[in-house]
């Protein structure tokens, strides 16, 4: 039986590619974003491409009431959701005490609300079926506090807690939990988040980094072999593994060093 997956955040980055790897992999989809344009031709594309079925939800998920209004058209179509790909998100550079309240809300009310709300609302199903994936995308900067980047960091820290709690609680349910944990990518989340503001970055291109397509290839991968927390990149497994070692002064003042310059 065909499998269906639903993945916020489809219409660029990773998310896109995630849509790009689980349509190859034979999954319908089910796209959800803000940009319904982008949407509707990422869906045109896969269905043409891979001959499955794709289905466009335009929703802004910093909104309460629009996640549940989604989950109850997914409901009426009939649709299953037999994998959920958390990855919607965002972040912002700058000082705390100086930057906008509403872009902070915003990402807190993305990267963790709506993932919890969404969790929240399939898990169930999928524990009542015996079956069910869930990936939620976090970041290596979920290992550290984040002068500079501080509700980002933050956000992705709860979102690394959060889903390695509800995979011991899931255990022999048939449902799967993973956290992927990648590094900077080749993406628009950091031209939108101003990282080319951070000074040791000033140096670095784009091209230096893992693509999106390698990143999502990953979690897909990790997530049928059933991991849980998931780094991708070598260099990036042994960054989150060094700050256990570390005193916590030490980790904040490397990382504000690194971030401010």
């Known amino acids: 039986m ?42 045109a ?10 289905v466009v939800f335009s929703c802004d998920l910093t909104n309460t009431a629009a996640i549940e209004q989604l989950f109850e058209q997914i409901q009426q179509q009939s649709l299953t959701v037999d994998v959920l790909i958390n990855n919607a998100g965002y972040g912002d550079y700058g000082e705390f005490a100086s930057s906008d309240w509403e872009k902070l809300q915003g990402m807190i009310l993305l990267n963790t609300l709506a993932l ?3 969790s929240r609302l399939f898990l169930p199903d999928m524990i009542a079926r015996g079956f069910g994936q ?9 290992f550290q506090p984040g002068p500079m980047m501080a509700v980002y960091f933050a956000t992705k820290a709860y979102v690394l807690s959060l889903s390695e709690a ?35 970055m000033s140096n670095v291109t784009s091209d230096q980094f893992p693509t999106a397509l390698e990143v999502a290839e990953y979690g897909y991968n990790s997530l049928q072999e059933k991991e849980v927390v998931a780094v991708h990149g070598a260099l990036n497994k042994i960054l989150t593994f060094t700050p ?6 030490l980790i904040r003042t490397g990382v504000k060093k690194f971030m401010a310059g």
Not at 9 to 33: C, D, W, Y
Not at 45 to 54: C, M, P, S, V
Not at 244 to 249: A, D, E, H, N
């Open 244 to 249: 256990r070692l570390m005193p916590r002064q």
């Open 45 to 54: 594309d896969l269905e043409k491409e891979h001959g499955i079925e794709a």
């Open 166 to 200: 509800i995979s011991a609680e899931v255990e022999e349910t048939g449902v799967d939990v993973t956290v992927l944990c990648p590094g900077p990518t080749q993406s628009n989340f950091g031209q939108v988040a101003g990282m080319n503001k951070i000074p040791s």
């Open 116 to 118: 919890t709300h969404l």
């Open 2 to 43: 065909t499998k269906t997956a639903l993945i916020t955040g489809a219409s660029s980055g990773i998310g896109k590619a995630f849509a790009q790897v689980f349509s190859r992999k034979k999954h319908n989809l089910i796209l959800v974003a803000r940009s319904e344009d982008k949407l509707n031709a990422l869906k």
């Open 134 to 142: 869930i990936l939620n995308v976090a970041s290596t900067a979920a």
